[in-house]
């Protein structure tokens, strides 16, 4: 496949899933964990303020809710306990809630992050996957709640979380679960059975990193593609076998970007590392991932990259958060804003608008445009930092802040 082909590829490929996946956000960064939706309802016109149709404090963490059908599911904390809740998304009636105990220390050095989960659910297949801080792996029932399987993982690995805790969030692929266990010493990337929690295969090679694994194919192949605590890999998907991979590492072992593919290329970065591209061929039975271009002007930290439209939108740490656009083919970088948008933002790419949750409890609205930065509207939406995603769901938007949970329309 020639490149111009691979990247016309990649592009009908995430349309016939955000297609596929409705309005759905069943997991990290949507249904396709990409980032992106093309079905978000915007409003003819942005009002002055959002409305707020309903909120529920639900407890400390920063893991993003996920929708399927009516309901979103969130985990949170409380106490020493950790909590998975469904709404109706729409009136935001509770339909269930089951919570198990998870003592958990926080690393002095994480301490103003809290102790509630980090890692998004999962929903499919009429189950709700939760992976929390410290490493438990839960299956309910996503209609009722019922508890159906769990692991903790105890005695498995030197740790059942890194250093800062669990953060990576659970990817569900033909009735598999896919994670990355352990701490950091020694740990597992591994599929469970859906079903029934038991493993189908696991790769030893490195322990877990903060970053989730995304899904591609390159020649044919589906790879499992995330970063570890060491290096950037690309497993295969059916089994397990370790296809290729990069030594990479960051300032306190903080690999946290997921991963960004685009036609064949994969994108990542770390703290002060540079956005860096390779591009993945085989050749016989021999995989490689041959350095494309690497940006050393916009380096991320926490916030994931998006792509849509031909155009690379993220946020890079340089200068307390600066906003940028990229040409992914050339590693050019088309533009950034000026500075202190907040020590994070979780964006997606919805239709022609990008929008953003911040660490300064703002959502930003803007055009996405590959020549300049065109704001639509700012909001206040929480009094706290928001670490979790915007997630698109009827003509609203659900937010999940410090503490709660809340359904805004536009």
Known sequence: MTRPAAFAAAAILTASVAAVSAQD?????????????????????WPDKPRKVWQATVGTGHASPVVSGPHAFVLSRAGEDEVATAFDHQTGKQVWQQRYRAAYQVNPAAESHGKGPKSTPAVAGGRLFTLGINGILSAFDAATGKPIWRKTFEGEFDATAPDFGVAMSPLVDAGSVIVHAGG???????????????????????????????????????????QSRSHVVGLAAADGRLLWQIPFTTAYDQNIVTPLVVGDLVLYSGIEQPL????????????????????????????SPVAAGGTVFGLTHRNKGQFFALDPRSGKVLWTTRGREGENAALIAAGDLLLATTTEGELVVARRDPSKFDVVKRYTIADSPVWAHPVPAGRGILIKDAEKITYWSF
């Open 25 to 45: 956000w069943t997991q990290w960064r949507g249904a396709a964990r990409a980032g992106t939706t093309s079905t978000f309802a915007a409003p003819a016109a």
């Open 276 to 303: 860096t591209a390779v591009r993945i061929a085989q050749a016989g039975a021999k995989w490689t991932a041959q350095p494309a271009w690497r940006s050393e002007s916009v380096p991320m930290f926490m916030s």
């Open 184 to 226: 950091n010493k020694s740990g597992s990337l591994m599929a469970v059975n859906a079903a029934t929690g038991t493993p189908r295969w696991q790769w030893k090679g490195d322990g877990p990193a903060y970053a989730s694994p995304v899904l591609a194919t390159f020649g044919g192949t589906r790879q499992v593609v995330t």
